[in-house]
């Protein structure tokens, strides 16, 4: 499945042709979040492979602020979507990953090293930590595409901390920052390649620009939002624009986010 050439998939990403000079970047491009999963178990033996792959990743100064849950237990699967939008490929992909950023084991190793870690409060320890925990998980993704799996990053993890944390037996200092699913795609698996802006609203050179234009983008993604059977009226623009709406609604429960985090006795200064 997915198997587009990266011609093909710059294409669909962008709307137009690849840059000339384009090196073969293999499957790199042909990234979709996947939702529907065929049953097909996924051996421990690659899973093992594909941890190594995310601890292959960059970490700050090698602390490695990170760590994952892997959970098969369907019961408990079941418990973590409810809290969860009620997510059917969390429940049905082959191995369910909660992605953690980790203040607890550094502290562990500082305080066995007599050292104080009180600088583990600062809000610059758990930004890293986040940053170690979607570097590892990313490579982990790039990793299982490779082999043609398929992923799909939960946020809504983030819905209800409390009662991931307890779901999880999290210790203070550790954050369920998203969880992943991983699974074989199922043969009428609804995944498409996404368009994304184009390099010219992200990538700017030497200083930032004083200003967005988003009228092409809003208009390539019209004809993606009604293949998906969504409405084509309503522009990436309109969209976006809804899920920054601070009211609760769109938090969807992660308005408790911070007050939590300082709770844990992380992000305090
Ligand atoms: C950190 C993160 C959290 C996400 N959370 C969810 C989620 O809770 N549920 C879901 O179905 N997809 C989730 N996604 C997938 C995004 O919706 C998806 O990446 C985005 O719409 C772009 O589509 P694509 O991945 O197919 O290119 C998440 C992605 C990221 C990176």
Not at 24 to 38: E, F
Not at 222 to 245: C, D, H, L
Request: charged fraction near 25%; proline fraction near 4%.
């Amino acid at each position: 499945m997915f198997q587009e050439t990266p011609a093909e998939a710059w294409k669909k990403r962008f709307g137009q042709e690849p840059p000339e000079g384009m090196p073969d970047l293999g499957r790199l491009l042909n990234h979709r979040s996947v939702r529907q999963y065929s049953g097909e178990p996924v051996p421990e033996g690659v899973v093992r492979g594909l941890i190594g792959a995310a601890q292959s990743a960059a970490t700050s100064s090698n602390l490695q602020l990170w760590s994952v849950v892997s959970v098969q237990d369907r019961a408990t699967r079941e418990r973590i979507a409810e809290k969860a939008e009620n997510y059917r490929h969390i429940v049905e992909c082959a191995w369910f990953l909660c992605f953690l950023a980790d203040l607890n084991r550094i502290r562990a190793a500082a305080t066995s090293a007599g050292e104080a870690a009180d600088g583990l409060d600062y809000v610059e320890f758990e930004v890293m930590a986040v940053i170690d925990a979607a570097l590892a998980a990313e490579r982990l993704v790039c990793a299982a595409e490779s082999i043609g799996l398929g992923t799909c990053y939960i946020g809504a993890l983030r819905n209800d901390v409390r009662a991931v944390q307890e779901i999880l037996g999290l210790p203070k200092g550790v954050f369920g920052v998203f969880g992943l699913c991983v699974g074989w795609p199922a043969e009428d698996a609804t995944a498409e390649i996404r368009p994304r802006l184009r390099a010219e609203q992200v990538w700017f050179r030497e200083r930032y620009p004083s200003g967005h234009d988003f009228s092409e983008y809003d208009e390539r993604m019209r004809p993606f939002y009604i293949e998906q059977g969504m409405k084509g009226e309503v522009t990436w623009s309109m969209r976006s624009a809804r899920r920054v709406n601070g009211s609760s609604k769109s938090m969807t429960g992660r308005d408790a986010l911070k007050p939590w985090l300082e709770e844990q006795g992380m992000g305090l200064r």
